[in-house]
């Protein structure tokens, strides 16, 4: 482990950048958003922009061009830049676990410009080996074990090695990109396996086994299950033709018993949340195609060049990133809405609380010293319109302010009348209410005016009332495709790396969710009765719960 890798150069102490913040805060609450708007006529397009195939509207938020100029001297300060670079250079960021996390060179791989002298040997052997994989499916060269072609993959994985093929084959689902129908299996509770298994054909299904560490309990139970399931439905005891793995540990997807020839080995710095650019894209390239897979890539390729090429100040994902950074710290902000107006994005919000809240969940910085401020808060959120119906009360009226994703793409996939202009109209009514507001006054007036007694009148205003000045992100693209897609999702990746670098923690690692892991390993023989029931260790809350579920089993 090599704890000063990650460190910021300490050329400015927390203290001072929460000073700086706070005081900067301070200043910017006198100035409410709206009318923000009316002393600058050109806010608008001073506080936007385009990256790459998306368009970023920001000023709906209490900056101005002297705030963004404060805010990424603060960045400059705590070393942004430097580790920008480093992690271009292949640095171990990654301190504790000792990997780098250049993920630019993953999407590099697919751009136009690559030289492929300068390509990283093992990333070019991933992506070949990838298509090679994908090549021969489609072609039918590699069938099923009855000589069928495939017709349906089931991505088994969790967590990293769910989530981002997961986004991206629903994003890309309907656009006629490929035959082969994706399925999805992550969590070890059997409904799922079973639900899945259910509705595809054993014949001509193929079963991706997704686990970079090969060791997931999740991930190995149900590839176990389906293994079994294959062998009764088929009848046969070697299934082998119909299963790949892609993993960082091919050794043991092989002792799992799946063929080398179907592993596709991905090197060990990717870390999981990161890894939907890797071959852990191959149920992506499968179901959607190797070519919209690249375009992906490109995608977010389209946003390294960006970061490597843009100042901080005209830095989109950097602004955003230190926007993150500034609610959180100096506006006690806690918690992030994620709405995207397209349907085919749905999965974006959990998506992003994998990517943010298991990088920046974190309370020490990268060389292990206290952090002396809050780092990422809660992500979360659903697709517009259904959350209007639901949390968007809370987001107008509730009692804490919390700062809005707006996402939609400007035309539909699948137009019906005015649907999708309907869509856009709410998306960008939604920005703007919760931005203006309404006075208690002017609701009052209207009351009055529509025939209210003045009493009935002045008490309704009072719950009608929206305090507005909430601010809000909108990002925009022509049409939901690969492209958009993988600049969205590289937008997400620099906008935390940028806030996790000035607060100065290690976003790559993720050692929290480890004790968990062991705790339910140990459990298991405990519900299963093989260990010391009046185990001492054990809680009384918890020793009751597994009393309970031992006395279910018995009935
Ligand atoms: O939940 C912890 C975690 O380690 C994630 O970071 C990772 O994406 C997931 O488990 C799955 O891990 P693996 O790909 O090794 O099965």
Redesign the pocket.
Known sequence: MSPTVNQAPALLSDLDLQTTLRALAKKAANTPLQSRFNLDPNRAATLSGELGPLFVDYAKHHLDTDIITSLCELARQRGLEQQFNALRAGAKLNNTEDRSANYPSLRRWASDGANPSQQDPAIAAMYEAMENLVTAIHSGAHRSSTGKAFTDVVNI???????GPRLVCDALANQGLGSLRPHFAANIDPSVMTEILATVPAETTLFVV???????Q??RCNAQAARTWLQASLGREDVSDHFVAV??KPEAAMAFGIREQYILAVPEWV???F?VWSG?GLTVALCAGMNSFCALLKGGYAVDQHVEQQPLEKNIPVILGMLDLWYRNAWGMTSQAVLPYEHHLKLLPIYLQ?LFM?SAGKSVKADGSPLNNATGGVIWGTEGTNGQHSFHQLLHQGSDAIPCDFIASLSSHNPIGEQHQALLANCFGQSLTLMQGQTAADIEGNLVASGMKADAAAQLAQHKAMPGNRPSTTILMNKLDAESLGALIALYEYRLFAASFVWGINPFD?WG?ELG?QISQSLMSTLSGNSDDNNPALDSSTAQLIARYQQAQNN
């Open positions: 994985g969790i967590g990293g090695s769910d989530f997704a686990s970079k560490s090969f060791g997931t999740e991930t993993s960082s870390g999981g949340r890894s852990f994998q298991e993720q969710v892991k």
